[in-house]
């Protein structure tokens, strides 16, 4: 193998930062040549104004930069023609209808909807230091913010505003943040504006086409921030994705617990399978040892019991009882989840684990086809 075949094969390994896959598989890389110590080196981008080409350039000359026999690199970065977009878009489908939903209840991605009975419980908090914490595990996790009006995920993940997917043709590509492929309405509005006379169509399309028109690629898990109470969204999502599983998040007080309880019954009404509950801003402890529990007790255990009451009802466990923590607030503002910024914090190491527990859950197959074949009896077998 001579030295510009040495390049190739370290520039093709370098994963592009959207996509999450080699750009030598991408077929991104173009020509390579590489005399007396100089390499140079041709990549085609996927679009104009890649917003990731800074990354690609630095990655792309730091790789080959580590081939022995290599002491100067020359990048340069061209665009990709329409026909090689069109290539790259089939090899991503993979043999998939444009717009087609792939998480359906045969796909092999978790489907997990976080949902709360009222707003201001922390949900959102929760989903995404799940998220991290499951990406941290080394999952392939998506997030979908199907918070309409009240969208949240992209500040508490630290997106910047004015980040928006980059398209390549009709592939949408979600920004990835600490680990974590994120979609939200947030990423298509003017800073400041809001969302205000959608009603349940409007709601319902934008739904899908997060669910349809973003190319997630091959995820191990999907969580989906649900808005608080069982209006349009929960519905939509109920008639979309029926199979889903559902985490229901509350706090230690009634005036959360029993509208948690209703959110919990909705989820299970459209064929959702409610796997656990989650208290947050539950009794924390001071240096001195003192226990405050500022929100109440019990909550959470008594939304599980009532949602594991129901004769045909699965065990729901309270899985996690976040407490108050102010680096679980402070880190939400910073956009850096506490689960990295501070892991050994109480709130952060039972958020960890959470996710633990929701990696280990077996997923039910129930309703599920699965790829087998039953052999039937010929007639020498008789």
């Known amino acids: 193998m001579n030295l510009a075949d040495l390049v190739r094969q370290a520039v093709g390994a370098v994963p592009d930062p959207e996509l999450r896959r080699p750009i ?38 730091r790789a080959a930069a580590s081939v022995d026999g290599i002491t100067d690199v020359t990048v340069e970065l061209g665009v990709m023609t329409p026909a090689e977009r069109k290539a790259l878009t089939e090899k991503l489908r993979d043999g998939r209808p444009a717009r087609q939903m792939p998480f359906g ?8 909807l976080v949902s709360s009975g009222k ?3 922390g949900k959102s908090t929760i989903t995404a230091n799940l998220a991290v914490a499951l990406a941290a595990q080394g999952l392939a996790v998506g997030l979908v913010d ?19 997917p980059t398209r390549i043709d009709d592939l949408m590509l979600p920004p990835v943040a600490h680990g974590v ?19 349940g169509p409007m709601l319902h399309r934008t739904v899908q086409q997060f669910l349809t028109d973003v190319f997630f690629g091959d995820l191990d898990v999907l969580l989906i921030d649900m808005p608080p109470g069982t209006g349009d969204i929960a519905i939509s999502i109920g008639q979309i994705l029926p199979h889903a599983e559902v985490l229901v998040v509350t706090t230690p007080q009634s005036a959360a617990s029993d509208v948690a309880i209703r959110s919990g019954l909705v989820a299970r009404q459209t064929g959702q399978r409610v796997i656990g509950v989650v208290e947050n801003m539950a ?11 500022l929100f109440g007790t019990g909550g959470g255990a008594e939304v599980a019991a009532a949602l ?5 009802a699965d065990d729901v466990p309270l899985m996690a009882s976040v407490p108050l923590s102010p680096a679980l607030r402070a880190g939400g503002d910073a956009g850096i989840p506490i689960v990295l910024s501070d892991p050994d914090d109480a709130a952060a190491r039972t958020i960890t684990a959470l996710a633990d527990r929701v990696s280990h859950r077996s997923r039910g197959l129930s309703g599920r086809s699965l790829p087998m074949s039953v052999a039937r009896p010929t007639a020498s077998d008789s």
């Open 105 to 112: 209840p045969d796909s092999l991605t978790r489907v997990i």
């Open 24 to 61: 030598g598989e991408l077929d991104m890389v173009r020509e390579i040549t590489a005399e007396d110590g100089h390499a140079v080196v041709d990549i085609a981008l996927t679009i104009v104004g890649c917003p990731a080409s800074d990354r690609i350039e630095a990655d792309v000359r």
């Open 119 to 121: 707003g201001g419980v």
């Open 283 to 293: 009794a924390f402890t001071l240096p001195d040892g003192t226990v405050v529990d």
């Open 308 to 312: 594991s009451a129901s004769d045909d």
């Open 146 to 164: 199907a918070d309409v009006h009240g969208f949240s995920i992209p500040g508490l993940l630290g997106i910047p505003a004015g980040t928006q």
């Open 181 to 199: 492929k994120t979609i939200s309405i947030g990423m298509f509005l003017r800073d400041g504006e809001a969302v205000v006379a959608w009603r």
